[in-house]
């Protein structure tokens, strides 16, 4: 059935489509004039399959002109509704403004990747400074704990209780990290929530009977031994010398480790176990195999060793842990040791073995100050993990050796022998053997090819002459001269 003209002029449906979506291409009669030269348009008979309908789309004539396929698109987008025309027109004009939108994207990327690195630098120059400040605490807070127990022992030497009261000190870890969880958090949990949070590096149940003394037990024992032996050694040998004894530690972490653990082996790390041990046998060496310097040696060894024998049991059994779960379990530490563990200095104090007259004689003084600087020392190893690199922290370590020896020199006028000085040196110079990256090798090998650019960079003409004069070269210095690929 063919479409009647309509009363306002409009010939046929087509001509209405280009009037409405203005077509550039429209002028009135256009339909008219189109409608001489081929057939009308025709409705398909309901019922029958139209030969120009496909899947619910309209089939274009192949014999169209371009003004007619595109009244037939508009007749498509006219069949899906009023958001057809509106998304032909928006793809219409992005392709007209692609370029635009391009260079707008290119723009956009550059000024987000410029902020990245302005935030990466800012990062970066905070994380510096907080590693220098950290660097500092935990020097300053080591150096000071054995400074005070040496100050300590001119009239009290009881170094268990000593250590069992310190002991007790870790119990308020949690809460100075809970403090700080409320002075900056944004959401605040309740102390029960953050309890139970932080429990989970017992397990998945949190801290139960069985698992408070399957864990705490092991760790607790350790813990006093690596202390108390540490204490000992504070009496037969200078601070110096048993601060720098304990650095030793860190080739003990290795060496179990690569034994336990099977960690990655690394040539340069048995190289720095071998300093340790060097400067070791040389401590001991140093006022020959006899008297309390062997026996100082001994208790700081030990105490190197437990504190390592502690690290590798920790990471095998409970892994790594955050700030929180530290806090919970230096806190869990500290309570075991006043309930199961206050048994051993009131048989000490009744075996006379660590005795005092009243309680009141006690240097209270040193001893607050000596448990305080030991709990600031751990938490401020826990907190530079947060807010700077872990090596700045073995750093402020290493550096409590060289600040001994200055107050042992300046205060205690302690003479150090040829000896001492160059095991202390090497136990050191292997302990920073120890913070070198698994992948040293390769970021060495990658500055030197970058300095080697930049000076190719620089001085391109002289590599052009060394390259074109290579033989008179060498036969002038009576060298040959053979080019590095």
Same mark, same amino acid.
């Given at each position: 059935?063919?479409?009647?003209?309509?009363? /306002?002029?409009?010939?046929?449906? +087509?001509?209405?489509?280009?009037?409405? $979506?203005?077509?550039?291409?429209?002028?009135?009669?256009?339909?008219?004039?189109?409608?001489?030269?081929?057939?009308?348009?025709?409705?398909?008979?309901?019922?029958?399959?139209?030969?120009? =309908?496909?899947?619910?789309?309209? &089939?274009?004539?192949?014999?169209?002109?371009?003004?007619?396929?595109?009244?037939?698109?508009?007749?498509?987008?006219?069949?899906?509704?009023?958001?057809?025309?509106?998304?032909?027109?928006?793809?219409?004009?992005?392709? %007209?403004?692609?370029?635009?939108?391009?260079?707008?994207?290119? +723009?956009?990327?550059?000024?987000?990747?410029?902020? #990245?690195?302005?935030?990466?630098?800012?990062?970066?120059?905070?994380?510096?400074?907080?590693?220098?400040?950290?660097?500092?605490?935990?020097?300053?807070?080591?150096?000071?704990?054995?400074?005070?127990?040496?100050?300590?022992?001119?009239?009290?030497?009881?170094?268990? @209780?000593?250590?069992?009261?310190?002991?007790? *000190?870790?119990? =308020?870890?949690?809460?100075?990290?809970?403090?700080?969880?409320?002075?900056?958090?944004?959401?605040?949990?309740?102390?029960?929530?953050?309890?139970?949070? %932080?429990?989970? !590096?017992?397990?998945?149940?949190?801290?139960?009977?069985?698992?408070?003394?399957?864990?705490?037990?092991?760790?607790?024992?350790? *813990? #006093?031994?690596? /202390?108390?032996?540490?204490?000992?050694?504070? &009496?037969?040998?200078?601070?110096?010398?048993?601060?720098?004894? @304990? %650095?030793?530690?860190?080739?003990?972490?290795?060496?179990?480790?690569?034994?336990?653990? &099977?960690?990655?082996?690394?040539?340069?790390?048995?190289?720095?176990?071998?300093?340790? !041990?060097?400067?070791?046998? =040389? =401590?001991?060496?140093?006022?020959?195999?006899?008297?309390?310097? !062997?026996?100082?040696?001994?208790?700081?060894?030990?105490?190197?060793?437990?504190?390592?024998?502690?690290?590798?049991?920790?990471?095998?059994?409970?892994?790594?842990?955050?700030?929180?779960?530290?806090?919970?379990?230096?806190?869990?530490?500290?309570?075991? /040791?006043?309930?199961?563990?206050?048994?051993?200095?009131?048989?000490?104090?009744?075996?006379?073995?660590?005795?005092?007259?009243?309680?009141? $004689?006690?240097?209270?003084?040193?001893? %607050?100050?000596?448990?305080?600087?030991?709990?600031?020392?751990?938490?401020?190893?826990?907190?530079?993990?947060?807010?700077?690199?872990?090596?700045?922290?073995?750093?402020?370590?290493?550096?409590?050796?060289?600040?001994?020896?200055?107050?042992?020199?300046?205060?205690?006028?302690? !003479?150090?022998?040829?000896?001492?000085?160059?095991?202390?040196?090497?136990?050191?110079?292997?302990?920073?053997?120890?913070?070198?990256?698994?992948?040293?090798? +390769?970021?060495?090998?990658?500055?030197? /090819?970058?300095?080697?650019?930049? &000076?190719?960079?620089?001085?391109?003409?002289?590599?052009?002459?060394?390259?074109?004069?290579?033989?008179?070269?060498?036969?002038?210095?009576?060298?040959?001269?053979?080019?590095?690929?």
């Amino acid at each position: 059935m063919d479409i009647k003209a309509a009363p /306002n002029g409009v010939a046929t449906i +087509e001509d209405r489509i280009l009037r409405i $979506t203005g077509y550039y291409g429209y002028y009135p009669g256009y339909s008219s004039q189109k409608n001489a030269s081929q057939p009308s348009v025709s409705r398909c008979q309901p019922g029958v399959s139209c030969p120009s =309908m496909h899947n619910g789309s309209l &089939k274009k004539p192949t014999s169209l002109s371009a003004v007619e396929d595109s009244a037939v698109t508009m007749l498509e987008l006219r069949n899906r509704g009023p958001t057809g025309v509106f998304e032909h027109r928006r793809a219409e004009r992005q392709s %007209c403004s692609g370029g635009d939108g391009t260079q707008a994207n290119t +723009e956009n990327s550059q000024e987000n990747q410029e902020k #990245t690195r302005c935030q990466t630098c800012a990062t970066t120059f905070l994380k510096i400074v907080w590693g220098f400040l950290i660097i500092l605490s935990v020097s300053s807070s080591w150096v000071g704990t054995t400074q005070i127990v040496k100050i300590t022992y001119k009239n009290f030497y009881c170094p268990f @209780f000593m250590t069992w009261f310190s002991t007790n *000190w870790n119990i =308020m870890f949690f809460p100075i990290y809970y403090s700080g969880h409320l002075a900056t958090a944004q959401e605040k949990q309740s102390p029960i929530k953050k309890i139970r949070e %932080c429990s989970r !590096i017992f397990g998945e149940e949190g801290l139960t009977l069985k698992l408070f003394l399957k864990r705490s037990a092991p760790f607790s024992i350790l *813990w #006093t031994l690596t /202390n108390y032996l540490y204490l000992l050694a504070l &009496k037969k040998l200078t601070a110096t010398d048993a601060s720098a004894l @304990f %650095c030793c530690n860190k080739a003990f972490v290795f060496l179990l480790s690569w034994i336990v653990l &099977k960690d990655k082996f690394m040539g340069v790390r048995i190289v720095a176990a071998i300093m340790a !041990i060097t400067g070791i046998v =040389m =401590m001991a060496y140093a006022d020959g195999f006899h008297g309390d310097s !062997i026996i100082g040696v001994a208790f700081a060894v030990g105490s190197a060793s437990t504190s390592a024998l502690y690290k590798v049991l920790f990471k095998m059994f409970l892994g790594t842990a955050n700030f929180g779960e530290a806090a919970h379990f230096f806190s869990t530490l500290g309570f075991f /040791n006043l309930i199961f563990i206050s048994c051993t200095p009131i048989i000490l104090y009744f075996t006379k073995v660590e005795y005092w007259s009243s309680f009141s $004689t006690l240097p209270w003084g040193y001893l %607050c100050g000596m448990a305080g600087l030991w709990l600031a020392f751990n938490v401020l190893i826990n907190v530079g993990v947060m807010l700077t690199y872990p090596i700045l922290i073995s750093i402020g370590t290493v550096l409590s050796v060289p600040g001994n020896a200055a107050i042992d020199l300046l205060k205690h006028e302690v !003479i150090f022998s040829v000896v001492r000085l160059g095991a202390t040196i090497i136990i050191c110079v292997g302990f920073l053997l120890m913070l070198l990256p698994e992948e040293w090798d +390769e970021i060495t090998l990658r500055f030197i /090819n970058s300095l080697k650019e930049k &000076k190719a960079e620089e001085h391109p003409e002289d590599i052009v002459d060394s390259s074109v004069h290579p033989r008179s070269r060498s036969r002038a210095n009576g060298t040959v001269s053979i080019p590095l690929a």
